[in-house]
């Protein structure tokens, strides 16, 4: 992305609240996305930066969590601190706010009903099953591409219901999203998308089947049908929604095993560990963050953030804050046994609807690869690549075993 010159800051921004913190490159991003980010935790709880056009970040995490619910003074329109990609993506549910957001929601919620997360299962086995068979003879992968990138795609064919044959024309665009290299704006990525999908959205919309799309454009909103519009933004929501961000969550599931040996082998000795191990795994290494725009002033932590301003809403530094998790950086898998009150998969009316699915998703390649895979560690002579953005990842890594 072009480097733009910082925004000047709004008189209503103490100067003592300004920080130069660039979301899509911060320092060190690119070798750990979290340490970058952690710099910013210390400080004020509401800090300002004029990268981007200028946007407000909370950085500590009980503020972050009660912000992230708020949807009373706070929108989620803007979608992103990009200016113009709300209006391009237009999703639905995640940019409508309640109580427009709520029939829209209820029917993706019904898409996602735990039986149809159940009734997946043993499909993102065999997938996982057969991509492991494949890379397990050669000792080593580049597991973000051999891996991480392959399994969302599949998974998001086979619940919409198309021939899962379609990943290799589906492919580029997933990496565009995953990993945007500049050669597509996001209008041409967005119709790209919209492109692949209209058949599919037309047919299910007159001949519903019992794939995913279906079940959601069959739940009436309010009464009446789903427009193609409407059903149009959904779609492209959940293809937007549940690539990118499950790409991520299995990289960093796979190098944190690839790091600590010794967890591994707990979860090699009694599988019935990779549950709770799951919840933690997804605690300690959250990718997403959020922005909202101020429908209102809100008057917090010393400042006032003025109605029309952007807030950033980071979970690393909700899950990552000593005030909110006892030693936060630490793997415990046993803290995964009782409720824990992350913001992984978000907080309030937009917390994530595939979240079950992920979950799964996550149980599922963590027991496949810990059965198909012998011990494994990073490549000594690799590095491993990060990029930060909406969505932190891992673009490269490079595993051994
Ligand atoms: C580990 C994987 C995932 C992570 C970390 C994640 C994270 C999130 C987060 C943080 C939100 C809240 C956004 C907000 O508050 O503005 C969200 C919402 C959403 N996610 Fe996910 N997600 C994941 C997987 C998926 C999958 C697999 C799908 C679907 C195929 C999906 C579809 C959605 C949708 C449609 C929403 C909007 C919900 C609403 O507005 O009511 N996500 N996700």
Known sequence: MASIAPAVRPDHVPEARVVDFDIFAPPGGERDYFAAWKTLQGGPGLVWTGRNHGHWIATQGDLIRELWGDSERLSNAALAVTPGLGAVMDFIPLQLDPPEHKPFRNAVMRGFANQHVVAMTPMVRDVSRDLIADVRPRGGCEFMTAFAEVVPLHIFLSLIGVPVEDRAKLRPLGQQLTRPDGSMSV??????ADDYLRPYVEERLKHPGDDLFSRILSVPIEGRAWTFGEAQRMCRNLLFGGLDTVVAMFGNIAAHLARFAGDQDTLREDAARIPAATDELMRRYPTVSVTRNLVRDIVMDGVTMKAGDLLYLPSVLHNLDPACFDKPEQVDF????????????GVGAHRCVGAGLARM??????????????????????PTKMRAGNVGALTELHLVW
């Open 334 to 345: 046993d803290r995964g046994l009782s409720p824990v009150r992350h913001t992984t998969m």
């Open 187 to 192: 209008v041409e990525l967005r119709d790209a």
């Open 361 to 382: 998703e996550a149980m599922v390649f963590i027991e496949e690869w810990l059965a198909g895979i012998p011990p494994f560690r990073i490549d000594p002579d690799r």
